[in-house]
């Protein structure tokens, strides 16, 4: 029979190795050609490695969680061999280290009633003879930790701590929040939903807040840009790609409306209900998960007062809208209620000035609060 060893193929892109997230075969499986076998993620997506022939899996390396290095040994098979019963497992042997483990009659019986294995504490007794003391302080770190779950952080819960850990410590961020009169654009934004055809989608709030960015940002380019920090360069974009922060059972991800500045209303929230759809259902591509500019994140009715939000790097600016509340506000002189939003958006303080940034604010706010050009 002949063995063959597959390694973790070349992903490209300059990655030189991969996360391993989950086995989807175990020892002694019997594979298919093109069988799915394991899957692994890099910093750019995750991967699916399929059985390249048939044959008998006789030894996985890694465990979820490890990286594995490019042209590392990932699955050994056996091929073209029939399927075989894994070997009995050995019969387990007392422990020489059990039999010589030195504790009084008591400290043993204590160890059982609490299903202590004595060989698993350090003695501090002559000839490493376990004490009561001993015990007891096994017994007390296993109390502290009664009712307490641990959960390794892997795959994309981890990939998303590293970029928001690199963000924080690279980027010396600043929030500006500002509030917004909300009122003209809810009533548009009702008539619109009350009036729109069987094939187009329900409008929410974000592709207003994109409509209001391609208007805006021709007049703060750098707003729309990446910043590489160690090359010291500004790429500044003409196109608009805006990235938007979705929650899906796999963690944020951020899907990318690429050209929203060739999107009328009706094309953006078809494009936003179009990723945000393939995200959660795991089916976005790569290129639908980078290459964003800019990016818009908003929680809805969670999104409370304010938040700071962290820049997706290499971008300069991230916009957090919050939720929507009727407030009572001071308009010529008199108290009124009206619908207002606090717009809250973090800067790379290495790129954007505070005036800059209060500028496209007040700029952002003033196209919402006069939303008809957004209909364009």
């Given at each position: 029979?002949?063995?063959?060893?597959?390694?973790?193929?070349?992903?490209?892109?300059?990655?030189?190795?991969?996360?391993?997230?989950?086995?989807?075969?175990?020892?002694?499986?019997?594979?298919?050609?093109?069988?799915?076998?394991?899957?692994?993620?890099?910093?750019?997506?995750?991967?699916?490695?399929?059985?390249?022939?048939?044959?008998l899996?006789?030894?996985?390396?890694?465990?979820?969680?490890?990286?594995?290095?490019?042209?590392?040994?990932?699955?050994?098979?056996?091929?073209?061999?029939?399927?075989?019963?894994?070997?009995?497992?050995?019969?387990?042997?007392?422990?020489?280290?059990?039999?010589a483990?030195?504790?009084?009659?008591?400290?043993?019986?204590?160890?059982?009633?609490?299903?202590?294995?004595?060989?698993?504490?350090?003695?501090?007794?002559?000839d490493?003879?376990i004490?009561?003391?001993?015990?007891?302080?096994?017994?007390?770190?296993?109390?502290?930790?009664?009712?307490?779950?641990?959960?390794?952080?892997?795959?994309?819960?981890?990939?998303?701590?590293?970029?928001?850990?690199?963000?924080?410590?690279?980027?010396?961020?600043?929030?500006?929040?500002?509030?917004?009169?909300?009122t003209?654009?809810?009533?548009?934004?009702?008539?619109?939903?009350?009036?729109?055809a069987?094939?187009?989608?329900?409008?929410s709030?974000l592709?207003?807040?994109?409509?209001?960015?391609?208007?805006?940002?021709?007049?703060?380019?750098?707003?729309?840009?990446?910043?590489?920090?160690?090359?010291?360069?500004?790429?500044?974009?003409?196109?608009?790609h805006?990235?938007?922060?979705t929650?899906?059972?796999?963690?944020?991800?951020?899907?990318?409306v690429?050209?929203?500045?060739?999107?009328?209303?009706?094309?953006?929230?078809?494009?936003?209900?179009?990723?945000?759809?393939?995200?959660?259902?795991?089916?976005?591509?790569?290129?639908?998960?980078?290459?964003?500019?800019i990016?818009?994140?908003?929680?809805?009715?969670?999104?409370?007062?304010?938040?700071?939000?962290?820049?997706?790097?290499?971008?300069?600016?991230?916009?957090?809208?919050?939720k929507?509340?009727?407030?009572?506000?001071?308009?010529?002189?008199?108290?009124?209620?009206?619908?207002?939003?606090?717009?809250?958006?973090?800067?790379?303080?290495?790129?954007?000035?505070?005036?800059?940034?209060?500028?496209?604010?007040?700029?952002?706010?003033?196209?919402?609060?006069?939303?008809?050009?957004?209909?364009?």
């Open positions: 029979m002949a063995r063959y060893v597959f390694r973790l193929p070349d992903i490209g892109e300059g990655v030189t190795q991969a996360e391993l997230i989950a086995w989807h075969v175990a020892l002694g499986d019997r594979l298919e050609e093109d069988q799915l076998m394991a899957e692994v993620m890099t910093d750019k997506a995750s991967v699916e490695m399929t059985a390249p022939a048939a044959g899996v006789v030894a996985l390396h890694g465990a979820p969680g490890e990286k594995i290095a490019i042209g590392a040994p990932l699955v050994e098979l056996e091929l073209d061999a029939p399927p075989v019963e894994p070997p009995p497992a050995p019969p387990v042997l007392p422990s020489p280290a059990s039999t483990t030195l504790a009084s009659p008591a400290t043993r019986r204590r160890a059982r009633e609490h299903g202590i294995a004595l060989h698993d504490v350090t003695g501090t007794g002559p490493g003879r004490t009561a003391a001993d015990l007891e302080n096994v017994l007390a770190r296993t109390e502290a930790h009664a009712g307490v779950r641990e959960i390794r952080i892997i795959g994309l819960r981890r990939q998303i701590a590293a970029r928001m850990l690199e963000a924080k410590r690279n980027i010396p961020h600043f929030t500006y929040v500002e509030e917004v009169d909300m003209a654009l809810e009533v548009l934004r009702a008539a619109l939903n009350a009036n729109r069987g094939d187009q989608p329900k409008l709030l592709p207003f807040l994109m409509r209001a960015l391609v208007q805006v940002l021709p007049r703060f380019p750098q707003l729309n840009a990446h910043y590489d920090g160690e090359a010291g360069v500004l790429r500044l974009y003409e196109p608009v805006i990235g938007i922060a929650q899906t059972p796999a963690g944020l991800l951020v899907p990318v690429r050209h929203a500045e060739a999107l009328d209303l009706w094309g953006a929230a078809r494009e936003l209900t179009r990723l945000a759809a393939a995200a959660r259902e795991g089916r976005a591509s790569r290129q639908e998960l980078t290459g964003s500019t990016t818009l994140s908003s929680l809805g009715a969670l999104g409370g007062l304010a938040a700071t939000p962290i820049i997706n790097a290499p971008e300069v600016t991230v916009i957090a809208s919050n929507l509340a009727e407030r009572p506000v001071v308009r010529d002189g008199q108290i009124t209620i009206r619908t207002m939003m606090n717009l809250s958006a973090s800067f790379d303080h290495r790129i954007v000035d505070g005036f800059e940034a209060a500028s496209f604010i007040q700029a952002l706010r003033e196209m919402l609060e006069h939303p008809t050009t957004l209909t364009a």
